[in-house]
């Protein structure tokens, strides 16, 4: 997937939306409903001059610094800068995170764990300073969190909505609403061409329990 959103990228097709190798050299419209973030994060890398299997490593080794990194400024906005410090090192070095990485392999999750406390410090940013490069950048990840994952993204986007209702602000509110707008060249096709693949019914076709992990796994991924 990385591959191909590279090659759509450098021919010109901005957002990228079909997958040219795939289906047998055919193309697949897979962009389209597959949350792009982390794949812009890894093609970034790749344009950079890294090797694409190089570039998978190094964006799950930033996307769980971002993580570690985004836990420990919105907790210091709650808790002590001890207590801050202990949170960002346990959410980065969490067993889920080693299970994503070294077992499913899912970047995406990876990079939807690492932008959602940023989304939720920046409001807390936001608010405390009231600035438009604040809220520039409360739009910015709210919309990273939108773009990071398919089913994830709409539990952490409800979850961050509710946060910033919270604080009774009605910039707060709309800012965060305007995320929706600036991730709406993957949210809308995707929504609205959903219908047009058997992506529903296979995913019915999955059973759940198949998913559990083993001790083992957690951290490691045996053959």
Request: charged fraction near 10%; include cysteine; proline fraction near 4%.
């Given at each position: ?9 450098a021919?010109g ?10 289906s ?8 389209n ?7 812009y994060v ?5 344009f ?6 190089y570039?998978l ?14 836990m ?23 067993a ?8 499913r ?12 406390p940023l989304?939720?410090?920046s409001i ?11 809220l ?5 990840c ?10 994830l993204?709409?539990?952490?986007f409800?979850i ?7 604080y ?16 709406g ?11 047009q693949?058997?992506?529903?019914s296979?995913?019915l ?11 083992r ?7």
């Amino acid at each position: 997937r990385v591959s191909d959103f590279s090659v759509s990228i450098a021919e010109g097709y901005i957002p990228p939306r079909m997958a040219p190798n795939f289906s047998h050299q055919r193309g697949y419209p897979v962009f389209n409903h597959y949350a792009p973030l982390a794949y812009y994060v890894t093609a970034g890398l790749h344009f950079a001059g890294m090797g694409i299997p190089y570039a998978l490593k190094v964006s799950f080794f930033v996307a769980v610094l971002t993580a570690g990194m985004g836990m420990w400024l919105f907790m210091k906005n709650h808790v002590t800068e001890e207590g801050a410090l202990v949170s960002g090192l346990v959410y980065a070095t969490s067993a889920y995170m080693g299970t994503e990485i070294f077992v499913r392999g899912n970047l995406a999750e990876v990079w939807f764990l690492a932008v959602f406390p940023l989304a939720l410090w920046s409001i807390d940013r936001y608010v405390r300073l009231k600035t438009f490069n604040a809220l520039a950048l409360m739009i910015v990840c709210g919309a990273c969190v939108l773009l990071a994952h398919n089913v994830l993204s709409l539990v952490g986007f409800a979850i961050i909505l509710l946060y910033g209702i919270t604080y009774r602000n009605a910039l707060v509110i709309a800012g965060i609403l305007t995320s929706i707008s600036l991730a709406g060249s993957y949210l809308f096709p995707s929504l609205l061409e959903l219908s047009q693949t058997h992506a529903q019914s296979i995913a019915l076709q999955t059973a759940y329990t198949n998913h559990f992990l083993c001790v083992r796994q957690i951290w490691n991924s045996p053959i």
